[in-house]
C-alpha cells in the first residue's frame, strides 16, 4: 500500500489476489442485504407513525420521539435535558434585558 493524499492507504485493484477480490465481493453482497434491511426497517417505522397519526391523530414528531427514548431508555435525561433547554431559552430569548 502506498501513501497518497494525506497519507491514506490506497491499494491498486491489480495487487489484489482472487481470494482478496471473492472476499470483498461477498463484502458488499453482506452489506447490500444489510442496507436491504435497514430500508425496510425503515420503510416499517414510517407505515407504523403515519397509521398510528391518521388514525389517534398523534403528531408524528411526538410518536418518534416517545419511541426513541423507550428504545435508548433515557426518558429521564429527555426530560431533564428539556427542562434545560426551557429554562435557557426562557432566560435568554424571552429576556426583556438588553445590553
Known amino acids: 500500500m502506498a ?3 494525506h497519507n491514506k492507504p490506497y ?3 491489480n495487487s489484489l489476489s482472487s481470494e ?3 472476499k ?3 463484502a458488499i453482497t453482506e452489506l447490500d442485504a444489510s442496507l436491504t434491511r435497514i430500508a425496510a426497517e425503515r420503510e ?6 403515519n397509521d398510528i ?3 389517534l391523530g398523534i403528531d ?4 418518534k420521539r416517545m419511541a426513541r427514548a423507550h428504545f435508548q431508555a433515557n426518558f429521564k435525561n ?3 435535558d428539556n427542562e434545560t433547554f426551557e429554562e435557557f431559552y426562557e432566560m435568554i430569548v424571552n429576556s426583556n434585558e438588553t445590553d
Open 78 to 80: 429527555v426530560v431533564e
Open 3 to 5: 501513501g497518497i493524499g
Open 53 to 55: 397519526n391518521e388514525e
Open 24 to 26: 470483498i465481493k461477498n
Open 11 to 13: 491499494v491498486a485493484v
Open 20 to 22: 482478496d477480490k471473492k
Open 60 to 63: 408524528k414528531k411526538l410518536l
Open 44 to 49: 416499517h417505522q414510517k407505515t407504523i407513525v
